[in-house]
Structure formats: C-alpha cells, structure tokens
C-alpha cells in the first residue's frame, strides 16, 4: 500500500476533536495519552501535542501523567438540574451564606450522581483559590471530600466506583482498594470527610452531611482552603452544626429524590 493512501488526511481540527471524543465515558475519570492516542488513532507525539494546546484553552486538564475534560467543556456540558436537585439548591442554600459567613471560606454544595458528585451551588471565599469544582460541573467522587461523604453511605456507588478505573490526580489520591475501604469506614466513624490534596495538591477540604429523614444524606456541605494554612479542625465544629441544622430543616419536608 502507498504512503499516500495510508496518510491521515484528517485537519488539525478533525484531530483534535478526535482527541476529545476519545474520552468518551471517561470524560471526568482522565486518560493518559497512549490511551487517548489508541483511542483517537493519533501518534503518541501527534496526540501530546494536541493536548498540550487543548490544555492551553481549558478544554483539558492535566493532573500528573493524566488527562480530564477542562473548564470549558464542564460549563458548556453542565448537566440540567433535576426537580430533586434544584430543591435541595434552594433549601440548602441559607445554610450554605450561614457556613459563608462564619468561615469567609470556599463553601460547596455537592450531590450524589452515580459514582460522581455534581455541585449544585458554590461561593467563593476572600482568598481565591484553584478548585476544580464548578456549579453544575461533575467530579469523580472518590478523590473529594464531599464525594467521600456520600460514597460513604452509599454502598451501590461505592461498588461501582471499586469496578472503574480510578486515577491518582495527584500524589495523595487515594485509589488502592483496601485504602479507599478503610477511609469510608474513617469517615463513617467520624462524620466528617478531608480530602488532603488529593483533587489537586494546593486544595485542602473538609465536607459533612446533610442528612434526610431517611437518616441518610441528600448532599454534602464542604469548606476549602489553600493547603498550605487551611486546617479542617478549625472549620470542623462550624460545619458539624450548620448540616445538622440544614439536616433538620430537610427533614422536617416530605421525602426529596436529589437524582
């Protein structure tokens, strides 16, 4: 066969879409490049050098060898609210201004959807920080605070999160599957979920419960800081009573479906 009729003849564009679409399922999981590369039909170096400009433009993000969908596809791809979602937003958030107000912190609202969680409402703190989480954006739930609450106490989720591939975002990420056990029990036992730079290394969080009548939770309130001087135990107290306080105000309502 000649080089000609072997040559790609696809544009810089056709391949970068490519490269995007090659994701696939695994838009908020990441890939590293050779799988993009096999996936999308693109050298490796062909492959690097696209990311490395779809980076440029937030449409990706890299997180050690690892590659996720970016900013720009999130917030043109965030998801329509459910009836059940936009509910528990509108409920939870005078308790999420009380959380605000008492810490000046980076406060979250955060749900469960499958092996994910969706932020449903987010106000930024005095001191602006890097977070991967966005309104109406999706992170996987194991590597974040809020995420680790709620996986916690949904043993299905959990299943499904030990069956897919899980990457290390960063050096802390927790992936093997004995750890990840152990930090479910730690924080059932505790009521509190940390997730200590395992999103993203400069990102410190700390996330509790907002409990349903059914005594399980409906979403997760969490506060983040810069790792390097935020510490969960002074935020902690504050946290604890503001979702038992939001808990109470949900369950005294008739039985929400957050999914």
Not at 177 to 206: F, I, N, P, Y
Request: positive net charge.
């Amino acid at each position: 066969m000649s080089e000609s009729s072997t040559r790609d003849t696809r544009t810089a564009v056709d391949k970068a879409i490519s490269v995007v679409t090659a994701f696939g399922k695994d838009a908020h999981l990441g890939l590293g490049v050779s799988e993009l590369a096999r996936r999308a039909d693109l050298s490796k170096s062909t492959t690097f050098r696209l990311l490395g400009m779809l980076e440029r433009n937030g449409v990706v993000e890299r997180a050690g060898t690892a590659y996720r969908l970016g900013r720009v596809i999130q917030e043109l791809g965030a998801q329509t609210s459910t009836p059940g979602q936009e509910r528990i937003r509108d409920l939870a958030t005078p308790f999420i201004a009380d959380l605000y107000e008492a810490t000046h912190h980076t406060v979250q609202l955060a749900v469960l959807s499958g092996s994910h969680v969706v932020y449903l409402n987010k106000l930024e703190g005095h001191q602006r920080l890097r977070s991967p989480s966005k309104i109406g954006g999706r992170m996987p739930a194991y590597c974040t605070a809020v995420g680790k609450m709620l996986l916690a106490h949904d043993p299905a989720a959990f299943d499904v999160t030990l069956r897919a591939e899980r990457h290390a975002w960063t050096s802390r990420t927790i992936v093997d599957e004995d750890k990840l056990r152990a930090e479910m029990w730690r924080v059932r036992q505790g009521g509190v979920a940390v997730d200590r730079g395992e999103s993203l290394e400069s990102l410190t969080c700390v996330a509790a419960p907002i409990m349903g009548a059914s005594g399980k939770p409906l979403a997760a309130l969490s506060i983040s800081g810069d790792a390097s001087t935020f510490r969960p135990e002074q935020v902690e107290a504050v946290l604890r009573r503001v979702c038992f306080a939001a808990s109470r105000a949900v369950a005294q309502l008739r039985p929400l479906r957050v999914a």
